[in-house]
């Protein structure tokens, strides 16, 4: 059981290396575009204080964290070239301290807003009607 301990914190350094890499490699300008857009929201959302599905719901609430973020970064990583991903992975190695992602709260935040207007919305629909 210590070795899948072991394991399981090795890949979650992983991950924290690589999403302040596509962080670093949004904002280069030898990323591609597509690769920036994809990039970039994979970091925003990974960073952002607020999850899609917060973390108290049972099952769900970890599916970002387990399957969502590890996939995207997987896309993100194919899209920017070996040596460049290689060189923001070392570049994110060194930074000391995990950048924080407003426009991902910000882009978390209307997601919800929305989500609870159109509940609102059909509760009141189907309720009043």
Same mark, same amino acid.
């Not at 970039?40 to 917060?54: E, M, T």
């Not at 950048?99 to 426009?103: E, G, H, L």
């Given at each position: 059981m210590v070795v899948w301990l072991d394991?399981?914190?090795?890949?979650?350094r992983i991950i924290k290396r690589d999403v302040i890499a596509l962080w670093l490699a949004a904002r280069d300008g030898r990323t591609p *575009? $597509? @690769?920036k857009i994809v990039a970039?929201? *994979? $970091? @925003?959302?990974?960073?952002?204080?607020?999850?899609?599905?917060?973390d108290f719901i049972p099952i769900f609430g970890y599916l970002d964290d387990l399957l969502?973020?590890?996939?995207?970064?997987l896309l993100a990583t194919r899209?920017?070239?070996?040596?460049?991903?290689?060189?923001?992975r070392a570049a994110a190695a060194d930074k000391a301290e995990r950048?924080?992602?407003?426009?991902g709260?910000?882009?978390m935040l209307v997601i919800w807003a929305l989500?609870?207007?159109?509940?609102a919305w059909v509760g009141w629909k189907y309720l009043a009607g």
């Open positions: 394991s399981a914190k090795q890949w979650a *575009i $597509a @690769a970039g929201g *994979i $970091a @925003a959302y990974a960073l952002s204080p607020i999850d899609l599905i917060p969502i973020v590890p996939l995207g970064i899209m920017i070239s070996v040596a460049l991903m290689s060189e923001f950048p924080v992602s407003r426009a709260l910000l882009f989500l609870t207007i159109f509940a």
